[in-house]
């Protein structure tokens, strides 16, 4: 199996980065899963460090962002506070941002972790890169959009103009009338 083989793409990874209280996160686990650990592992090795995890790195999820993530991305209605007892999540999800993930895999210790975080890096790096060219072209736009209602405000006015009547003693009034009787 080649080196490629063994991780995930950068595609993949982007696609399990979530926007969440306004910043990109990965859930544990997603994480964990890239990582080749189980996510209680994970959250194991991060609670023994938790000096290592300050709230801009990781948080847990609130039960509102959790359900709003579940309609979002299809999370089962099983995995956090089953009643039914059919497995799933005991507790609400960790949140890791894209400096939490890098600690991540250097508490878990892995080879695995490391060289999957860079990965992981990479994927956040381009999404970045993807975010400040669309704020480029929305600055482009928006400067487009000025200059060329200058010109369409003058093509309305000449509109305006041709349909403005010349004769000005056969005004129709606009809008409804009483009906006349004859």
């Given at each position: 199996m080649t080196k490629n083989n063994l991780f995930a793409s950068v595609g993949q990874i982007e696609s399990q980065i979530l926007l969440v209280r306004g910043q990109r996160i990965m859930l544990d686990a997603d994480l964990a899963a890239l990582y080749e650990v189980e996510t209680g592992a994970l959250n194991r090795a991060v609670k023994r460090n938790s000096e290592r995890f300050p709230a801009d790195f990781m948080f847990q999820l609130t039960a509102e962002e959790f359900t709003d993530l579940r309609c979002q991305?299809?999370?089962?209605?099983?995995?956090?506070?089953?009643?039914?007892?059919?497995?799933?999540?005991?507790h609400l999800p960790y949140a890791f941002t894209e400096h939490g993930t890098i600690m991540a895999a250097s508490v878990l210790n892995s080879r695995r972790a490391v060289e999957a975080s860079v990965q992981v890096v990479r994927a956040f790096v381009q999404l970045r890169q993807m975010l400040a060219s669309n704020?480029?072209?929305?600055?482009?736009l928006v400067a487009m959009e000025k200059n060329y209602d200058i010109k369409f405000k003058a093509i309305f006015e000449a509109i305006h103009q041709l349909m403005t009547p010349t004769d000005p003693k056969k005004k129709h009034s606009i809008g409804f009338a009483p009906w006349e009787k004859k």
């Amino acid at each position: 199996m080649t080196k490629n083989n063994l991780f995930a793409s950068v595609g993949q990874i982007e696609s399990q980065i979530l926007l969440v209280r306004g910043q990109r996160i990965m859930l544990d686990a997603d994480l964990a899963a890239l990582y080749e650990v189980e996510t209680g592992a994970l959250n194991r090795a991060v609670k023994r460090n938790s000096e290592r995890f300050p709230a801009d790195f990781m948080f847990q999820l609130t039960a509102e962002e959790f359900t709003d993530l579940r309609c979002q991305i299809g999370i089962s209605n099983n995995s956090v506070g089953n009643a039914a007892g059919r497995g799933g999540r005991r507790h609400l999800p960790y949140a890791f941002t894209e400096h939490g993930t890098i600690m991540a895999a250097s508490v878990l210790n892995s080879r695995r972790a490391v060289e999957a975080s860079v990965q992981v890096v990479r994927a956040f790096v381009q999404l970045r890169q993807m975010l400040a060219s669309n704020a480029e072209l929305s600055r482009k736009l928006v400067a487009m959009e000025k200059n060329y209602d200058i010109k369409f405000k003058a093509i309305f006015e000449a509109i305006h103009q041709l349909m403005t009547p010349t004769d000005p003693k056969k005004k129709h009034s606009i809008g409804f009338a009483p009906w006349e009787k004859k």
